[in-house]
């Protein structure tokens, strides 16, 4: 009896986050290429800022270079924070910049822990490149105490759309055909749905997009494998782009998404996960399907007004 088909190279992606995180110190002068990473750790803290809930035990998964480890520590009540990463070169990132907490590599699709072990999960841009999302979910809704809290951020599917239009568009003409280029990854329904079949009660699945500018396409794709973020899927073209097929792509993107000043913008649709661990006195899940929740409600918080500021 086989597993269920590989979607990403688990290998291509430890290796991207190596090649990433041994680039740190950037060289002066150039972009800080993890602006995505800790813009989106910040909206997660923020999220976790409306929580009454006090919370002893943090497992944060996916931690980089730990940008969040010292305000999670910061917090009342808190005990302990495990980082943790796919990647041996950001775990010992990690633990460089914040010697006194551990930092553990570790594959998210086969996590370590005893049942009950944490009672928050803080997990930012890790778990788009886990093959089983699912099973990873159940892991993580197991190793939370009751009433723990899974705070998690992924991209989502709508991301970086101008560059697969123009990659697409650019690959058809040149070569006849299009190979997977971006990452296939889940949306708002996907996750609401996914929550809930892992058993976690009160599951809110909501998007946020964050846009950013370049020059031309080239600076996008740089920051990408500066990021650590370039393409694992496992049906992906192994040879070479023909630099022809590059440099139509770029001049697609320019065509088609520059703004009024002729710069190129890049839209990182980022997808949000809150759910907490089963404990007696919550409401009851709701049906699959059905996750409609107020973000402000699972959080314990006041929603916001998204057309505000």
């Known amino acids: 009896m086989t597993g269920p088909a590989r979607i990403f190279d688990r290998r291509a992606v430890r290796l991207h986050r190596d090649r990433a995180a041994r680039r740190w110190p950037e060289p002066a002068g150039s972009r800080n290429p993890e602006f995505l990473h800790e813009e989106v750790a910040g909206r997660l803290l923020e999220r976790l800022g409306e929580?009454?809930?006090?919370?002893?035990?943090c497992l944060y998964l996916g931690c980089r270079r730990g940008y969040a480890t010292r305000r999670l520590a910061a917090r009342s009540g808190m005990q302990r924070v495990v980082q943790a990463d796919l990647s041996p070169a950001m775990a010992a990132a990690a633990r460089a910049a914040n010697r006194f907490f551990p930092a553990l590599c570790l594959?998210?699709?086969?996590?370590?822990?005893?049942?009950?072990?944490?009672?928050?999960?803080f997990a930012p841009l890790s778990l788009h490149w886990v093959d089983d999302l699912p099973g990873t979910l159940?892991?993580?809704?197991?190793?939370?105490?009751?009433?723990?809290?899974?705070?998690?951020?992924?991209?989502?599917?709508?991301?970086?759309?101008?560059?697969?239009?123009?990659?697409?568009?650019?690959?058809?003409?040149?070569?006849g055909g299009v190979s997977p280029r971006i990452s296939p990854f889940a949306d708002v329904?996907?996750?609401?749905?996914?929550?809930?079949r892992a058993g976690f009660a009160l599951p809110v699945a909501d998007r946020e997009r964050i846009g950013a500018t370049y020059e031309h396409a080239f600076g996008l794709m740089i920051d990408l494998r500066h990021m650590g973020e370039t393409n694992?899927?496992?049906?992906?073209?192994?040879?070479?782009?023909?630099?022809?097929?590059?440099?139509?792509?770029?001049?697609?993107?320019l065509r088609r998404?520059?703004?009024?000043?002729?710069?190129?913008?890049?839209?990182?649709?980022?997808?949000?996960?809150?759910?907490w661990a089963p404990a007696p006195g919550q409401p009851k899940p709701l049906r699959p399907g059905s996750a409609t929740a107020r973000l402000a409600d699972a959080l314990g918080g006041k929603e916001a007004d998204p057309e505000a500021g």
């Open 51 to 57: 929580v009454r809930e006090p919370f002893a035990d």
């Open 107 to 121: 594959d998210e699709e086969c996590l370590p822990f005893a049942d009950g072990s944490f009672d928050l999960v």
């Open 138 to 175: 159940i892991q993580l809704n197991r190793l939370l105490r009751p009433g723990g809290l899974l705070l998690a951020a992924l991209i989502g599917g709508g991301a970086l759309g101008e560059l697969r239009e123009a990659l697409a568009e650019a690959e058809l003409a040149g070569e």
């Open 189 to 196: 329904r996907d996750g609401g749905d996914l929550l809930q």
């Open 232 to 253: 694992a899927v496992c049906a992906r073209r192994k040879t070479f782009t023909r630099r022809a097929t590059l440099v139509e792509a770029a001049e697609v993107y």
């Open 257 to 275: 998404f520059a703004d009024r000043g002729g710069r190129l913008r890049a839209t990182f649709d980022i997808l949000f996960l809150t759910g």
